[in-house]
């Protein structure tokens, strides 16, 4: 506790303890407020509340600065891995080389889904959005893993972690699979998570597959980035998913639906759409001003953040892994990437984006390199939710064992119709 604020509210002043985290702005704790005024904040969007107290990620966002459990996102993405990522977020520390080798080993040994799920698969129309799959099949979870579903044992607590992170690639591939008409590939323990994952996706069982190190260190350096990013939106629906007691399984399907919307996980396809709608440089200045008419709802996606008001640094990280993958690919002159880097170029220099403080975020160029891999576009926010699945079962977990929680429960500023009596049908006017 660092100092007080006082509020008056009908003439009564109220002090408010104020709160101060390790790093970042202080919290004016209000949740007295009610008790000792009856009257509630008003917030729509959660633009100036701090739902919960967390120690996993932290973001500057004045200063573009990301950090998972004290560690520099640029460290973490340059000299670690994600499996090694993915411990740091569930135990807050990064992990020696036993506990490094033995959370591997486990993670791996739950790739396998039940083999029941391949004929829940066959429900769904050939067709359909593999975030739709998602959201069915990672819900269905909680009907096949009864054993981790009991929220008060720790142990089925870690139980579920594991399944999910050793799961959802197992799920996406089987998504993608479905959606071309090709038969499931089972996961090959051998391989690292995200050479398991491509192989999982690209194998025919009538040729060798041959794993290219480039694309699996890149998807590796993609699934860093993406792992958590604090109190939004998808994480807060799973926190409140999780506040009534739900199973995890269940609060990782609510999850993956909110991510699905393009303002949040769906951005990374909505920006490749966009990329590929302008076609080439020469249209870049036409798009730029579209995106600055008030008449027009047209929005750069990729562009702006809640939080950050900076270039976001997970993207100055994507950007370089692009290049990495295009130059692997032969590709340096790809044409995408030319309209963005011009894109980025024209709306850096713009008074509009200067003002609003509108950066490329992480989905500008991630679009690009999961094209550039092979990956369609309606896949692109399934690979967000494999990686967001470690950050979203990480804040479950910290709530579940956070001694003040309780269930999420907002109030709301009622401006409907006041009270009012039933009138018969035949006596409506
Ligand atoms: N293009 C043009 N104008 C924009 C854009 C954009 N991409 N983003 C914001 N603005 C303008 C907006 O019109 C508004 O102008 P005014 O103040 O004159 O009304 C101002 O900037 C503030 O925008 P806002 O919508 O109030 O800001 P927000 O914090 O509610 O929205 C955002 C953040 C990410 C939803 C928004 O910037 C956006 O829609 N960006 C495009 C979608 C996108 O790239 N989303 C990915 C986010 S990063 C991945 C993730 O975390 O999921």
Known sequence: MSAASTITVDGKEIEMPVRSGTIGPDVVDISKLYAK????????????????????????????????????????????????????????????????????????????????????????????????????????????????????????????????????PTLAAMAYKYSIGQPFVYPKNDLDYTSNFLRMCYAVPCEEYVVNPVFAKALDKIFILHADHEQNASTSTVRLAGSSGANPFACIAAGIACLWGPAHGGANEAALKMLMEIGKPENVAKYVAKAKDKNDPFRLMGFGHRVYKNYDPRARIMQATTHQVLKELGKNDDPLLEVAVQLEQIALKDEYFIEKKLYPNIDFYSGITLKAMGFPTDMFTVLFAVARTVGWIAQWAEMIEDPMQKIGRPRQLYVGAPRRDYVAVDARG
């Open 37 to 168: 005024t009856g009257a509630f904040t008003f917030d729509p969007g959660f633009t100036s509340t701090a739902s919960c107290e967390s120690k996993i990620t932290y973001i500057d966002g004045d200063e573009g600065v990301l950090l998972y459990r004290g560690y520099p996102i640029e460290q973490l993405a340059e000299q670690g891995d994600y499996l090694e990522t993915c411990y740091l977020m569930l135990f807050g520390e990064l992990p020696t080389a036993a506990q490094k080798a033995d959370f591997d080993y486990r993670v791996t040994r739950h790739t396998m889904v039940h083999d029941q799920m391949n004929r829940f698969f066959t429900g769904f129309r050939r067709d359909a959005h593999p975030m739709a799959v998602m959201v069915a099949s990672v819900g269905a979870l909680s009907a096949f893993y009864h054993d981790s579903t009991d929220i008060t044992d720790e142990t089925q607590r870690m139980i579920a972690s594991m399944r999910m992170i050793a799961k959802m």
